[in-house]
Nanobody
Framework: VQLQASGGGLVQPGGSLTLSCGAP????????MGWYRQAPGKQRDSVAT??????????MYAASVQGRFTISRGAGENSIQLHMNNLTSEDTGVYYC???????????????WGQGTQVTVSS
């Protein structure tokens, strides 16, 4: 499974960006999807995650992005988006999409990472 992420770039403080990530191909089931961020010189931290449930998706956000970022399903079957509003310089970093999934009904649950997309917030 190769995740394909896109949408990063340079944006001014207060601006918005939307990141997209998809997992093309046949997948048995997804346990969790999300976005992580790694700022320069820091560890990779969770930004937002989404867990599919039978009765709706469970979404979680880091405190630093609550109310500004929204994670949602993308247009494709196994795809997600991260809508980022009111961006600040603290949001600068490389954003990685993450899927935890079963490729087959008999295989193990595994984590997969996208290649990372740079987001730079600067005037």
């Amino acid at each position: 499974v190769q995740l394909q992420a896109s949408g990063g770039g340079l944006v001014q403080p207060g601006g918005s960006l939307t990141l997209s990530c998809g997992a093309p191909g046949k997948i048995f089931s997804v346990n969790e999807m999300g976005w992580y961020r790694q700022a320069p010189g820091k560890q990779r931290d969770s930004v937002a995650t989404i867990k599919p449930w039978n009765y709706g998706d469970e979404k979680m956000y880091a405190a630093s992005v609550q109310g500004r970022f929204t994670i949602s399903r993308g247009a494709g079957e196994n795809s997600i988006q991260l809508h980022m509003n009111n961006l600040t310089s603290e949001d600068t970093g490389v954003y990685y999409c993450y899927f935890e999934l079963w490729e087959t009904d008999s295989g193990p649950k595994r984590p997969y990472w996208g290649q990372g997309t740079q987001v730079t917030v600067s005037s």
